[in-house]
């Protein structure tokens, strides 16, 4: 942790943002094996969202390490450091006000755990879904042939083959991609994040238009300069 740094407080605050947009960040965090369909899901999600004018973004796991995260391996620790960094790109997308779908295999409970800490402690809800489905069923889908080389040897760490998936024990949502449907999947989160109240039920533009900030008072005018000012003015 670094030392001798002050947080530089703003003068726009969260809620203000939040009134100006019309809605409130949350992260919801899919968490699941590889093929399990998180990326799938949150591609259907965001454009559920989306008709209902409401502004997300999805972090997914194969872009990021493409980009902010590229200089991380699939070890214990660079998973945890990928996870931490998602954590805290995600809680500042937040703080701007956007609905934040992240897509990280993200198997160990101690991570998202902590993935959950970041947020609690910024007072952003976290909804973690578990995106369930039987690894032979993710398996036989394997979209990029990742299970066909790691039960080769050419990919190592594999989760669900040579490294552990810890299953979410208390998960807000869990979804089983192999009994409902990719519109099925993202409808249950769109409905438990209506119903949570996390995001608004009625469409934005019935909604009264946003104010940002409240307008200033109005400055005192002295008694020598009201007589100035017409009476109409
Ligand atoms: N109900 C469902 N929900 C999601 N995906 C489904 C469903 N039914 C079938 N699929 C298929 O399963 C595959 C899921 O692949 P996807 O890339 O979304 O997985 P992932 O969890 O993001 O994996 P990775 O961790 O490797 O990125 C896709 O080919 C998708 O079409
Ligand atoms: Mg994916």
Same mark, same amino acid.
């Given at each position: ?118 947020? $609690?402690?910024?007072?952003? =809800?976290?909804?973690? #879904? ?6 032979? @069923? !993710? *398996? ?63 469409? $934005?533009?019935?909604?009264? =238009?946003?104010?940002? #900030? ?6 005192? @005018? !002295? *008694? ?10």
């Amino acid at each position: 942790m670094a030392t001798n740094v002050v947080w530089h407080e703003g003068l726009v605050t969260r809620d203000a943002r939040a009134k100006l947009l019309g809605q409130k960040g949350v992260t919801v965090w899919l968490s699941g094996l590889s093929g399990s369909g998180k990326s799938t899901v949150s591609v259907e999600l965001e454009q559920q969202l989306f008709a209902k004018k409401v502004l997300s973004y999805r972090l997914d796991g194969d872009n990021i390490r493409q980009g902010l995260n590229k200089n991380l391996t699939f070890t214990p620790e660079d998973r945890k450091e990928n996870i931490r960094r998602i954590s805290e790109v995600a809680k500042l997308m937040c703080d701007i006000g956007v609905v934040v779908t992240t897509a990280f295999i993200s198997p160990y409970t101690e991570d998202r755990d902590m993935a959950r800490e970041i947020h $609690k402690a910024a007072d952003i =809800p976290f909804i973690e #879904v578990f995106v369930d489905c039987p690894l032979d @069923v !993710a *398996e036989s889908r394997d979209p990029k042939g990742l299970y066909k080389k790691a039960r080769s040897g050419i990919i190592k760490n594999f989760t669900g083959i040579d490294a552990p998936y810890e299953k979410p024990p208390s998960p807000e949502i869990t979804l089983d991609t192999s009994k409902l449907s990719i519109s099925e999947c993202a409808g249950v989160i769109l409905t438990y994040l209506t119903e949570k109240g996390l995001i608004s039920a009625e469409a $934005k533009d019935e909604a009264k =238009p946003a104010k940002a #900030v409240e307008e200033p008072a109005a400055a005192p @005018v !002295a *008694e020598a300069e009201k007589e100035k000012v017409p009476a109409t003015a």
